[in-house]
């Protein structure tokens, strides 16, 4: 049934499209997008889809062959006693452990490298628990791990120093191409993205790219989370085609979830990484905008995007957070914040006597109030409260527009010159030549976005309608109650957080009966992450749900 509704909405959604596009072209005043609106505008279209007869499982355009050609040579001296020799000092471990195994000599940097490709290649394409979660290999990490090795310090590295990190494929990473997941990309061999380099600045050591909803989620429209053309599509480890993934940083979540790399890299517009990270029993982090810089990102939306950790653990997550955020001159809404330490967040108590606001309607939920008695028990106050009657018109506008101009203008600043693309309708025209590899799912939404003519006075009005109702909704009941933070679970106000431009983090909750996970995530107000992730720690310690998924160990 849950399937058949999600067909009407789509229908529903796409339907309304033509009016919607017309609307565009008559102007519009702020009072004609006022907060009594109900309309959302299709939020349906870009939400996870409780799809479970995938057209498509295996990617038709690129195979496991193709992913290790470069790599099998290098691995020859590594064995599988090798491999299980390691798991005691590498499964499950967070990074501060990591580091310390090697730093007594358990392990060093290759190993730790090679032991998470070894690891990728034996589960994720291609046999029976395959997860279709990575894209690419980074050809030269063993050699840069060996470099690591050898290096030597006058004062301490970053934390993330020689920690093999996995990139999702919107990402820019020279050596390999930035796909988003769309054949049309494939050659799309860029320079390092503002964040790559202030990973690799502190020493860390990209392992590769990860498979992700394709174009993050905003192509097709009427098709599954984590599916991409170029990787396939994407599984959930505790679940392989009955749980969904999440999206759009699917492969993000799967390959943290089953340790395939120290950390990774996922997006969000509206629930990109809240979702995976929840689906896969994982942390994730949506920062701030602006805090993270989007510089050579493929982009949605200049007004919404962000990137962010997604870790096994909230210490993971700070460590992770504190080698990537920065100030870019490049990006519009980079924040020139002071410099702050998120390796030193408090580890002691922080939830005592601090107040959260519990929408009543999660109260159903066992699992959720499971975790606001662990929250109580470490002494914050749960007050329950009525959501405020507020929505999200034209929220799809706003993604059209913004895209219809931001991705033209990452294939003039970011992408590789050489690429015949250069708009959202090249793209289209390149996908119909090829319909069943390129695009089997269709491509309504990148129609939408093509036909949509609002103009930027109209996203103007959109933009600040969808602010004041997204910061109202939060900042209503926090004033009247005077709280601290707001507890959702997954990514149930992804959307309300997005256009708030608010912080929220993400942290293993348990698992339904069914075992499928979920997540209790927490939101602030803005430039709050170090709150989020000292209360996400301390529930985390207090709670300690995460299970690995049984198959990948």
Known sequence: MRYILSLLALLLVFSCKDSKSREAREPISKSETSVKEKDTSGIEAI??????????????????????????????????????SLKSYILERDIPTLQKNIAIGDLNYEKLVKFYLYRIRKFDRENSLSLNSVIAINPEVIEQAKIADKTNFIQAPHPVFG????????????????????????????????????????????????????????????????????????LNPYGRGVFDTGGSSSGSGVATSVNFAAATIGSETAGSILSPASQNSVVGLKPTIGLVSRSGIVPISSTLDT??????????????????????????????????????????????????????????????????????????TIVEIEEENLSLPNFLRLLNIDMKKDLPA?????????????????????????????????????YGIASDEGDLDYLKAIKDTLKTNGTSYFNIPMRKHNLDGFLSVNNSHAAFAAVAEFPALTVPMGYTNEGEPKGLTFIAKPLQEKQLLEWAYAYEQASKTRVSPKNYN
């Open 47 to 84: 939400s996870n889809k409780e799809f479970r007869e995938f057209k498509v499982r295996d990617s038709k355009n690129l195979t496991k062959a193709d992913i290790w050609a470069e790599i099998n040579p290098q691995m020859e001296d590594f064995t599988e006693a090798d491999y299980n």
């Open 410 to 446: 990452y294939f003039s600043n970011a992408a590789n010159s050489n690429l015949k693309m250069k708009s959202v309708n090249d793209v289209i025209a390149f996908n119909k030549k090829d319909s069943v590899n390129r695009m089997p799912y269709g491509q309504n939404l990148f």
């Open 163 to 234: 920690m093999p990190i996995l990139l999702k494929d919107n990402i820019n990473a020279s050596g390999m191409a930035t796909t988003a997941g769309a054949v049309a990309l494939k050659d799309n061999i860029t320079e390092d993205a503002f964040i790559t380099k202030q990973l690799k600045t502190k020493g860390a050591l990209i392992l590769g790219k990860v498979n992700l909803s394709e174009w993050a989620y905003f192509f097709c429209g009427d098709c599954p989370s984590g599916y991409s053309a170029v990787g396939g599509q994407t």
């Open 307 to 380: 990137a962010g950790p997604i870790t096994r653990t909230v210490m993971d997550n700070a460590i992770i957070l504190d080698a990537i955020y920065g100030y870019d001159s490049k990006d519009s809404k980079s924040l020139n914040t002071n410099r702050v330490s998120y390796l030193n967040f408090s580890t002691q108590n922080t939830l005592q006597g601090k107040r959260f606001g519990a929408p009543k309607r999660f109260l159903e939920d066992s699992l959720y109030t499971k975790a606001l008695s662990v929250l109580k028990n470490k002494g914050a």
